[in-house]
């Protein structure tokens, strides 16, 4: 009977089950630590990149002519009758063609990486005749027109470009101030150009911007045209293009007309029109791959794979009757944990897949160093390997999918606890006469 008799009981399973339990709930707090280095390091990231924005140029949204018509008329004042204010008629292209040629490069700030790009921007379309009906009634002088361009970032421009409307030339001029829905402007003096006829214009410019395009379509009927080098293009935007792409670049096409637009086609200054948000559209170009992302992600993961980790040791604990210390469970909790700092580490110098293969292998080697003086048996030794091996390759794959990541995590849940399942009940787990674990 003694030759027969554990030297675990059923109790003794029980307690350093929750002593597992407790402990893997202890080691979240340094897995959250961790998520927090992530999310520093992000936000070093990013401040980084404004830097780099900052001395370049800011992402560019892009707003093709508007005619403008300043006028002065008389209003109500409130105690000395009328006073005259001015105010401007603004009319867009009756229609507007936008072709844009992206050239982009990657810049960089000690570790950290952001994408510019040098672009052309070549604009033409027309203007229908202006009808002088559209001014208010109560007009008592009308000021020289003018046509304004918007962009985010005027810093961008490069060279010195030319206006040409009806057969003239025109030289464009910085605006004095922001625009609500444009931006930045560049304003085209019309002197004296009649507007009782429909005017053609054309314009073509170098821009810089960084991580992004977009653009207004202000045009009645617009039709934009993007291309560039670039493999991962994002198109965003409240408009869906038509696009191709191609080995390392795309061209896409958006056609938007005044029915699904969500702005007049003539407005006053002080007008409540919409944001640019409500209807630009155009190209990210931002690194498709994010480190910070995937990263943070797999940190998520940290409890599974401690606790199955604790699994594989409990049960070879069981199953050789080798004691392992409590102290060595904490010890192989945090070789797990320091996986994540390594990964995240290593990310931004390496790029995610290179830095998790080395991560992985270097953890899953110290465990496997660690359990071999633990166990001083080749087999249970050789099973922790790939079952660790195993969990970090799932894990990686399951990182990849990013759409159907919770799909294939819970099947392979379900599969793992399967298999738990199985193991254990090849383990009696009260010791009974004669009893022994198979």
Same mark, same amino acid.
């Given at each position: 009977?003694?030759?027969?008799?554990?030297? %675990?009981?059923?109790?003794?399973? &029980?307690?350093?089950?929750?002593?597992?339990? =407790?402990?893997?709930?202890?080691?979240?707090?340094?897995?959250?630590?961790?998520? %927090?280095?992530?999310?520093?390091?992000?936000? &070093?990231?990013?401040?980084?990149?404004?830097?780099?924005?900052?001395?370049?140029?800011?992402?560019?949204?892009?707003?093709?002519?508007?005619?403008?018509?300043?006028?002065?008329?008389?209003?109500?004042?409130?105690?000395?009758?009328?006073?005259?204010?001015?105010?401007?008629?603004?009319?867009?292209?009756?229609?507007?063609?936008?072709?844009?040629?992206?050239?982009?490069?990657?810049? +960089?700030?000690?570790?950290?990486?952001? *994408?510019?790009?040098?672009?052309?921007?070549?604009?033409?379309?027309? !203007?229908?005749?202006?009808?002088?009906?559209?001014?208010?009634?109560?007009?008592?002088?009308?000021?020289?027109?003018?046509?304004?361009?918007?962009?985010?970032?005027?810093?961008?421009? &490069?060279?010195?470009?030319?206006?040409?409307?009806? =057969?003239?030339? !025109?030289?464009?001029?910085?605006?004095?101030?922001?625009? %609500?829905?444009?931006? $930045?402007?560049?304003?085209?003096?019309?002197?004296?150009?009649?507007?009782?006829?429909?005017?053609?214009?054309?314009?073509?410019?170098?821009?810089?911007?960084?991580?992004?395009? %977009?653009?207004?379509?202000?045009?009645?009927?617009? *039709?934009?045209?993007?291309?560039?080098?670039?493999?991962?293009? =994002?198109? *965003?935007?409240?408009?869906?293009?038509? /696009?191709?792409?191609?080995?390392? =670049?795309?061209?896409?096409?958006?056609?938007?007309?005044?029915?699904?637009?969500?702005?007049?086609?003539?407005?006053?200054?002080?007008?409540? #029109? /919409?944001?640019?948000?409500?209807?630009?559209?155009?190209?990210?170009?931002?690194?498709?791959?994010?480190?910070?992302?995937?990263?943070?992600?797999?940190?998520?993961?940290?409890?599974?794979?401690?606790?199955?980790?604790?699994?594989?040791?409990?049960?070879?604990?069981?199953?050789?009757?080798?004691? #392992?210390?409590?102290?060595? /469970?904490?010890?192989?909790?945090?070789?797990?944990?320091?996986? +994540?700092?390594?990964?995240?580490?290593?990310?931004?110098?390496?790029?995610?897949? !290179? @830095? +998790?293969?080395?991560?992985?292998?270097?953890?899953?080697?110290?465990?496997?160093?660690?359990?071999?003086?633990?166990?001083?048996?080749?087999?249970? &030794?050789?099973?922790? @390997?790939? #079952?660790?091996? @195993?969990?970090?390759?799932?894990?990686?794959?399951?990182?990849?999918?990013?759409?159907?990541?919770?799909?294939?995590?819970? #099947?392979?849940?379900?599969?793992?606890?399967?298999?738990?399942?199985?193991?254990?009940?090849?383990?009696?787990?009260?010791?009974?006469?004669?009893?022994?674990? $198979?």
């Amino acid at each position: 009977m003694e030759k027969n008799k554990k030297p %675990n009981s059923g109790l003794s399973y &029980t307690l350093k089950g929750v002593m597992i339990a =407790g402990l893997s709930l202890f080691l979240l707090i340094p897995s959250c630590l961790v998520q %927090n280095l992530v999310n520093e390091r992000k936000q &070093t990231r990013d401040e980084a990149v404004v830097k780099i924005d900052n001395k370049w140029s800011l992402p560019q949204t892009i707003s093709g002519p508007v005619l403008s018509l300043p006028f002065t008329k008389l209003v109500d004042g409130d105690k000395d009758g009328k006073y005259s204010r001015s105010e401007t008629l603004n009319i867009t292209p009756e229609k507007l063609v936008i072709n844009c040629k992206l050239f982009p490069e990657e810049r +960089y700030y000690s570790i950290y990486k952001t *994408i510019v790009y040098k672009s052309i921007v070549t604009m033409e379309g027309e !203007f229908a005749a202006v009808d002088t009906a559209l001014l208010p009634v109560d007009a008592i002088s009308v000021g020289r027109p003018y046509v304004k361009i918007g962009m985010s970032d005027r810093r961008g421009i &490069t060279g010195d470009p030319v206006f040409e409307m009806s =057969g003239r030339s !025109f030289e464009l001029a910085t605006g004095s101030n922001p625009d %609500n829905l444009m931006g $930045e402007l560049l304003v085209v003096d019309l002197k004296d150009m009649q507007l009782d006829e429909r005017m053609l214009f054309s314009i073509s410019f170098e821009l810089k911007g960084s991580s992004s395009v %977009n653009f207004l379509p202000v045009g009645q009927t617009s *039709i934009v045209n993007v291309e560039g080098q670039w493999p991962d293009p =994002g198109f *965003i935007g409240n408009y869906t293009p038509d /696009y191709t792409l191609s080995d390392g =670049g795309f061209e896409a096409k958006w056609e938007v007309s005044r029915f699904n637009r969500n702005m007049p086609d003539v407005w006053y200054d002080g007008d409540n #029109i /919409y944001s640019e948000r409500d209807i630009s559209f155009g190209v990210n170009l931002v690194d498709m791959v994010d480190v910070y992302k995937q990263s943070l992600r797999s940190t998520k993961y940290a409890l599974m794979f401690i606790v199955l980790t604790f699994v594989v040791f409990f049960f070879v604990e069981i199953f050789t009757h080798k004691k #392992i210390h409590p102290i060595q /469970y904490v010890l192989v909790g945090v070789a797990l944990v320091l996986f +994540y700092s390594l990964l995240i580490s290593l990310a931004e110098m390496l790029g995610f897949g !290179f @830095a +998790y293969l080395i991560s992985s292998v270097a953890t899953i080697g110290l465990i496997t160093a660690f359990a071999g003086a633990i166990f001083k048996d080749r087999k249970p &030794t050789i099973t922790l @390997a790939v #079952i660790l091996s @195993a969990l970090y390759a799932f894990l990686y794959v399951i990182l990849q999918l990013e759409e159907a990541a919770l799909l294939a995590g819970s #099947i392979g849940l379900f599969v793992i606890l399967g298999v738990i399942m199985y193991v254990s009940n090849k383990i009696k787990w009260y010791n009974e006469p004669g009893a022994d674990t $198979e």
